[in-house]
């Protein structure tokens, strides 16, 4: 894990651990996907929406320097949409590299979302993280 990754990481549990329970956790999360802004009517598409999420989800990636990912999201979900914030905030401009050894369950587990989300929470993440490597590809 790059400096850079391990740097925002670090930032998410200095975050989560303001927090004394998951309730409270889960509203931030929520509060996290309420300040994105929202993608436009012209790229919540087919092209853009992610298989495999129980809810609908859309990752748009943004023209960038060479091999660095720039994306962004949105999910009809407030959950979802706070998982795609975090997402955001660990990844978006890393490198391709970076993206490809990147470990969703490694970073749910560092977080202590591993037994907090359930298993179509995490399988809809995985899905989210198999697309950013698709397009880091």
């Known amino acids: 894990m790059s400096a ?14 303001l927090f004394d329970d998951w309730e409270d956790r889960y509203r931030y999360i929520i509060d996290l996907g309420k300040d994105m802004p929202p993608l436009k009517p012209e790229e919540r598409i ?10 609908q989800v859309w990752l748009v990636m943004d023209p960038a320097p060479q091999d660095e990912l720039r994306f962004r999201g949105e999910s009809d979900a407030f959950i979802v949409k ?5 997402l955001v905030r660990l990844l978006d401009g890393l490198p391709y590299g970076e993206i490809q050894s990147f470990s969703i369950r490694d ?5 202590g979302l591993d037994e907090a989300l359930s298993s179509q929470r995490t399988n809809g993440l995985m899905s ?6 698709k397009a880091a590809a």
Do not use: P, W, Y
Not at 4 to 17: C, K, M, P, S, Y
Not at 128 to 133: G, Q
């Open 107 to 111: 970073t749910l587990h560092k977080l």
């Open 46 to 55: 087919d092209q853009t929406r992610v298989l495999g999420c129980a809810s």
């Open 128 to 133: 989210m993280v198999e697309r950013l490597k």
């Open 82 to 86: 706070g998982l795609i914030a975090i």
């Open 4 to 17: 850079q990754l391990q740097a925002r990481l670090n930032t998410l549990l200095e975050e989560f651990e």
